[in-house]
């Protein structure tokens, strides 16, 4: 079972920051947050992943509050091609739990 | 390009018939998985190899189904005796072994069962 809740769908303007937010309220101290979005007919692409703090890369900003229940992916300046299903997951980093378990993620829609 | 690659791309067969997929995983990488995804849900994981040998196996994977990584490098998904709900897209995604590393998704096989 997915253990993450993300809105069905969202829209932003392009140009504008994108916050995509997820809940994680059971998430345990060994589970890390990843994400991952899936431009349509492609594999998914990894975005950012974090434990507890704060993370940026070239792609995106994560951030978790303090008690870690809850997510924001950014994108500071959405393109439409980043108009994609993203989804937000959470996985133990520990030996056997080597499998993503996605929900059905928000699908994001850039409109010019 | 060195990314994950897949082939076929797409694979259209008729109920009953064998079918067979194949992965190439970044060559770096040594664990490999399976997902499959049908539509308008996310992936769902069915089995993962780290070298040649094969750790676990969802219970999505019936018995119709097989896959091997013989050398450790690329891997095959075999589908005997296809029915219309295996009709889906199977991705094969591959990392690096250390706990936290990202996996890297090929473009997907997809397969129509007529």
């Known amino acids: 079972d997915a253990k993450t809740t993300q809105p069905t769908s969202m829209d932003c303007a392009e140009g504008r920051a994108a916050n995509l937010p997820c809940n994680h309220s059971?998430?345990?101290?060994?589970?890390?947050v990843y994400w991952y979005r899936q431009i349509h007919s492609q594999g998914p692409q990894y975005i950012i992943h974090g434990l507890k703090n704060n993370e940026t890369n070239e792609m995106a900003s994560l951030i978790i509050t303090e008690d870690r229940k809850s997510s924001t992916l950014i994108l500071p300046h959405a393109t439409l091609r980043d108009t994609a299903v993203y989804y937000c997951i959470v996985r133990d980093a520990g030996f056997g739990n080597e499998k993503l378990t996605f929900g059905t993620g928000t699908r994001l829609t850039i409109i010019p | 390009d060195t990314g994950v690659s897949q082939d076929p791309r797409h694979k259209i067969t008729k109920r009953g018939q064998n079918v067979t997929f194949r992965c190439d995983p970044i060559?770096?990488?040594?664990?490999l998985y399976w997902y499959r995804q049908t539509l308008g849900q996310g992936p769902e994981f069915l089995t993962y190899?780290?070298?040649?040998?094969?750790?676990?196996k969802s219970r999505l994977l019936s018995d119709r189904f097989s896959a091997e990584r013989p050398k450790g490098s690329f891997s095959t998904l075999e589908i005997q005796r296809t029915e219309q709900g295996d009709s889906a897209m199977y991705l094969c995604?591959?990392?690096?072994?250390?706990?936290?590393?990202?996996?890297?998704f090929g473009p997907g096989t997809r397969l129509t069962v007529t």
């Open positions: 059971t998430i345990s101290g060994n589970e890390y």
């Open positions: 995604a591959s990392s690096f072994p250390q706990g936290v590393g990202e996996q890297y």
């Open positions: 060559s770096e990488h040594n664990r």
């Open positions: 190899f780290q070298n040649e040998a094969q750790l676990e």
